[in-house]
């Protein structure tokens, strides 16, 4: 049977840019369709432009600092529309080169909706009917909203946060994973009076606990308003703000209330029941380790399948992918020991497990250390940053590494790969400290401050 292309990829973010660009270069026919922009969330309206937000919100604080060391500097107001524009800017110069590159490499973009007819057929927006030897399904995630809430309606989510036409005054953030401890660290740096509501113990369910309230704690101390064991009761839209009335029976009033209570995967109406695509209990597309669904002709990457929602993840998904279906080469994703970081302020990056997830397999000796940084000790700062490394007491290999301070991002990716080979305590021993860094402390923790059986 002859079909219009041997790749049809429904969604143009990182996975699926990724499949086709090297299914075109490699010599095969694909093709892309894309509802939006080209980048996908992690481009246009994730990664990228929070991270610009980062960068802007952390000058408040290194203004102060900067006065400590020496310099005569005052900071003025932060002038949103004037970073609005630049971060418009740079996010179309980021989605032409999106879109060059997929057309360099011979991709045909659609630039329009596509859902799946049958195992070998995608209908266009318009209409047209293109047929595939295979199917990608790469369409991401949104933002999960609960629907119980009264006044829900005027919440905005991480689609929304960079377009909104002025700064609040006044913010609350709902949730406690990446995505809000994020934004509550980027609006109170950018002097927004931010309030951050959790309805569990602690923010950041899932990772460490030692670091969780570490972080915390820091998140408080900077100023934001960080409420746990809270949740948001009902919402009302008066003249003044919303009103927000909160399980503990405060009602505040905010300019804006941002919710940030998970993703869920992009699969409305795409077509995926009428064909018989399995799915999950959260609407997740179900795959095996080459990332083929239950219809073979159909595969699937990225936080469509809701692995790990990351975009290294789904460039790595749609990479094992490409050579196992165009290049004879079956290659699974490897999805253990992924570093990853939460852009809060100060970060946090991790890679490997838990404390708590360790403690399971055991026996597990546990190396800690926080401590006030050279650069915050010299101007009476208080901020302390934490290296914590959890080791396997009977192969010695180092299981989980978590870093909070400045750039630890950049720090993990850099303790990730010795993880990932396998490094053990005595490796990290004996590599040479870098005189004076704070990153120093992960191999200079001598005695563990904990051990378990
Ligand atoms: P997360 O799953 O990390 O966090 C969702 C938060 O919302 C949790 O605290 C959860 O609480 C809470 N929540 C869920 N449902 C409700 C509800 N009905 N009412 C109140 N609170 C609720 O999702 P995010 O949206 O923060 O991020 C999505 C994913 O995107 C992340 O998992 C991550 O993989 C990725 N991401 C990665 C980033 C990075 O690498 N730096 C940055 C941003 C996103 P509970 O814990 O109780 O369930």
Redesign the pocket.
Known sequence: MAFDFDLFVIGGGSGGVRAARLTAAGGAKAALAEEFRMGGTCVIR??VP?KMMVFASQYSEAAKEADKYGWDISIGDFNWPSFQERLSTELSRLEGIYTKNANNAGVEIFHQRATIKDAHTVVLADGTEKTAKHILVATG?T??V?D??PGIEHVIT?NEIFDIPELPKRILI?????????FACIFNGLGVETSQY???AQ????FDDEARGHLSELISEQGVDLHVGT??ERIDKKDDGLHVKSTDGKVKIFDVVL?????APNVKDLGLEDVGVEQGRGGEIVVDEYSQTNIPSIYAVG?VTDR????PVAIREAVAFHETVFKGNPMTPDHANVP????TQPEYGVVGLTEEQARKDGPIEVYSTAFRPMQNAFIGKPERVMFKLIVCAKTRKVLGCHIIAPHA?EMIQLAGVAVKMGATKEDFDATVAVHPTMAEEIVLMKEPVRSFD
């Not at 990853?340 to 852009?343: K, Q």
């Open positions: 994730g990664c929070k995630g933002p999960f609960p119980n809430v991480s709902v949730g406690g994973g990446y995505i809000a401890s994020e959790y309805r569990g923010i950041l369910r899932g949740d948001v919710y940030a209570t998970g993703r936080d790990i929602q990351l975009t990853s970081a939460i852009f991002g």
